[in-house]
């Protein structure tokens, strides 16, 4: 039998039933593309890159409240991410998360970012000057920005995000703060162990799903980020697991074209960011996260699994 990860992650899902669910929706009144994020704004984003002058103003919900892809094709020109390359946009819960937290710090004011998206190769240039740069750094996924608000202090933007505990904010000093949709965690300068080899065997990996909300029946998108080493793999069935109930037996999901040895290799940075799998028809409402396990391990340095982010389930529309 499948034993409940922690009790931390019972703690953290009674956290969330207080604190970002709220009272559950009649079937009527639940629309047809609900709030995809549990930390949104007003949908409106104004970001300009102040190293090649890009910038866009862009709202970004369509009309039915679903995703505007044209919006997000405009902020990836301004953060450098090669969408049709990638597949993927630049982190939407990010880009969503930014809206929330400007808007809370200085609504109507442009974002000026100075750290978008970086390739790989970029990233280790980075490290290798001397940069306080992470090798794993969430930027290489699309799921960073380093940025600034002209008036708003570094400090006290980092000191509202981290009251939130949903993402990861480092601040260095001066007026530019890292936020990333990873793992809640933070730092500043001297606790940022970004030079310590943390990362590596991957010990810091990420499991995130695409969206914070779902309904059952809906298909999900799974993606890891913080690899230091490719070539795992990951076992052909999730574990879903039901926030703050242990007692209840875990429901396994199979992933979407599992190997027939039961362990499907992760080879690149592209495999990892695309596992797909299908929630069931009957899944009860409410809180949930999903345990993806490791097989052919590069490293006993590696953990044996990893838990996604939390995410709601919704209510069928009838």
Known sequence: MLKHPSKKFRAMGLALSCCLFFSPARAQDIPDHPAPFFLMGDGWIHIRNLHNGLEARVHLLNPDGSLSDPS???LDRVFGLPTREKGEHISQRLIFMLDYFSDLAAP????????????PDYNQKLKNSGGNVARTSTHIDGLAIDF???????KDLWELIRRNNCCGVGHYGGEVIHLDSARPRFWEAATS????????????ITLSTEYDRYRPGQRLRLSFASVSDFGFGVK????????????LQPKELEIENPDRSGCSLIPDR?????????LPDNL????????LDFCQRPSEHMPTHSLSNPIEILKPIR
């Open 108 to 119: 109507g004011k442009p974002i000026s970012l100075h750290s978008g998206f970086r390739p």
């Open 148 to 154: 600034s608000i002209d008036g708003v202090k570094g």
């Open 236 to 247: 052909g069935k999730a574990v879903l697991w039901k926030a703050a109930e242990s007692s």
């Open 284 to 291: 009860d409402p409410g809180n949930y996260r999903i345990q």
């Open 270 to 278: 592209k495999a990892s960011r695309f596992i797909f799998l299908t």
């Open 72 to 74: 997000f094709d405009a």
């Open 193 to 204: 162990k970004v030079t310590t080899g943390e990362s590596d065997y991957n010990r810091r």
